[in-house]
């Protein structure tokens, strides 16, 4: 399968120029927001744009989610797609998306600036400073792709034709609305850290927090556990949002009311 990646950063008007530039290069299906767009018609994934928080569409977006992916991943297995076009803010961001969808590896990069003039670009980031996003699918096929109040139907030009696509307000762009820095998390932990816990590394990853630490001969790998679920405990507390969190053992040192020292880890 052929990968075309168009990259530009957020609000340079991929999405508006994702038509013009799916017939140049004769792409059969577009990647766009988490989203599998063929013929404009959404086959597979769900949008970003449905998503309540950032953090949260930018996870929708690069399939985070394992059953979204399997859903995109298991179309584009059984289609007979030959080429596909995927769209990001970044070249890392569609590298993501290809490593987790398992295609091919190499890319054929497209900026946004081989198709957006300057005053093009200048419309497109006066769009995008009042929340308006593009999808590129039919407007008649709304229902089943946003699940927000506000729409509407925007015509562009391609070639000598005109075509309708949907102009949308995400959900996510909401007033109060409040993201959760890393450090922020980062610092909770660090706050609930106790002088038997050596913290070697902390590392957020969305609602994911890993681990890795030591333990002096005292503590117990029930004492860690206790520990670990108070930490989750007082992160929802705080924040209001679930993590999970994965700890890995750099050195542990038992004593005879620990558990055997082969145990490495314990998610």
């Known amino acids: 399968m052929e990968i075309y990646g168009l990259y530009g950063k957020s609000g340079t008007g991929k999405s508006h120029k994702a038509m013009q530039v799916l ?3 004769e792409a059969d299906a577009i990647i766009d927001d988490g989203l599998l767009i063929i013929n404009k018609r959404k086959v597979a994934g769900k949008s970003a744009k449905n998503e309540n928080s950032f953090i949260a569409a930018t996870k929708r977006a690069t399939f985070f989610s394992d059953r979204q992916r399997n859903e995109v991943y298991q179309y584009l297995q059984k289609s007979d797609i030959r ?15 290809v490593e987790r969808l398992d295609l091919q590896p190499d890319i054929s990069w497209i900026p946004i600036e ?12 006066a769009r995008r400073a009042k929340n308006y996003h593009v999808i590129p699918v039919f407007p008649l096929k709304i229902d089943s792709t946003f699940y927000g109040k506000w ?15 949907l102009l949308v307000k995400p959900i996510y762009f909401q007033k109060n609305k409040i993201i959760i820095s890393p450090q922020c998390v980062k610092d909770i932990v660090q706050f609930n850290a106790i002088s038997a ?11 994911k927090v890993q681990l890795v630490i030591s333990v002096k001969k005292a503590l117990s790998i029930y004492d860690v556990i206790q520990w670990r679920d108070a930490l989750i405990s007082d992160l929802y507390c705080m924040l209001k949002t679930q993590y999970t969190v994965d700890i890995k053992w750099k050195s542990i040192a038992l ?3 620990n558990l055997s020292s082969n145990i490495e880890s314990h998610p």
């Not at 080429?83 to 998306?97: A, D, V, Y």
């Open 83 to 97: 080429s596909i076009l995927i769209i990001g803010t970044s070249r890392k961001m569609i590298r993501k998306i």
């Open 114 to 125: 081989k198709y957006q003039s300057n005053r093009e670009l200048r419309i497109a980031r």
């Open 255 to 257: 004593n005879e009311h």
């Open 197 to 207: 816990i050596k913290l070697h590394k902390v590392q957020v990853d969305f609602e």
């Open 151 to 165: 729409f509407r139907r925007l015509v562009i030009k391609l070639g000598k034709r005109n075509e309708s696509i």
């Open 23 to 25: 017939k140049d290069y």
